[in-house]
T-cell receptor, first 115, second 110 residues
Framework: NAGVIQTPRHKVTGKGQEATLWCEPI?????VFWYRQTIVQGLEFLTY????????DSGMPKERFSAQMPNQSHSTLKIQSTQPQDSAVYLC?????????????FGSGTRLTVL | GEKVEQHESTLSVREGDSAVINCTYT??????FPWYKQEAGKSLHFVID???NVDRKQSQRLTVLLDKKAKRFSLHITATQPEDSAIYFC?????????WGSGTKLIIKP
């Protein structure tokens, strides 16, 4: 079991460019979560899928951020027109069925730097 | 909405001593309280959790205590070892979503 796989590990973009982050959940897990981690804000929930369906995107900035889960083996987080304040570590996690009191398994994260 | 506060941003203990990390929460309906550990340069991984139907749970050197009246829960680590050095995050469930504390950096001194 390879765990949750996130690619790339590091991404550097120029202001205004697009960034796409990839996540492969643990095989057999039905739920995928995206978080953003910064020193100032800590861990921020972004969005959550269960069985590929978007369940809760209450943490997603309404503009520029979008997430998809086209199949059970991967999810993407896309940030359009990146801004320096988008610089953060983006963490993907998966869980078995997506229940609220389940263990989350985190990937290693993608460190996004916007210059 | 729910707030989860971790009161110690940094905690330094000598190897072999015990460490206690405290968290408080605001939502009386919270029923699930996990702890996660993040070692330097790595991602988070689950260490232990407690549900509101019990007030104590132990796993090897880790014990979680829950005080529902005070809306406080704590992680106790006994006989600390160098590999316990990490940032520890507490969390609480509110409206089916995990609300996270800001993290406590635990430093184990030789």
């Amino acid at each position: 079991n390879a765990g949750v796989i996130q690619t790339p590990r590091h991404k550097v973009t120029g202001k205004g460019q697009e960034a796409t982050l990839w996540c492969e959940p643990i095989s057999g897990h039905s739920a995928v979560f995206w978080y953003r981690q910064t020193i100032v804000q800590g861990l921020e929930f972004l969005t959550y899928f269960r069985n590929q369906a978007p369940i809760d995107d209450s943490g997603m900035p309404k503009e520029r951020f979008s997430a998809q889960m086209p199949n059970q083996s991967h999810s993407t987080l896309k940030i359009q027109s990146t801004q320096p304040q988008d610089s953060a570590v983006y963490l993907c996690a998966s869980s078995l069925v997506g229940g609220s009191a389940e263990t989350l398994y985190f990937g290693s994260g993608t460190r996004l730097t916007v210059l | 909405g729910e707030k989860v506060e971790q009161h110690e941003s940094t905690l330094s203990v000598r190897e072999g001593d015990s460490a206690v990390i405290n968290c408080t929460y605001t939502d009386t309906a919270s029923s699930y309280f996990p702890w996660y550990k993040q070692e330097a340069g790595k991602s988070l991984h689950f260490v232990i959790d407690i549900r509101s139907n019990v007030d104590r749970k132990q796993s090897q050197r880790l014990t979680v205590l829950l005080d529902k009246k005070a809306k406080r829960f704590s992680l106790h680590i006994t006989a600390t070892q160098p590999e316990d050095s990490a940032i520890y995050f507490c969390a609480a469930i509110s409206n089916y979503q995990l609300i996270w504390g800001s993290g406590t950096k635990l430093i184990i001194k030789p």
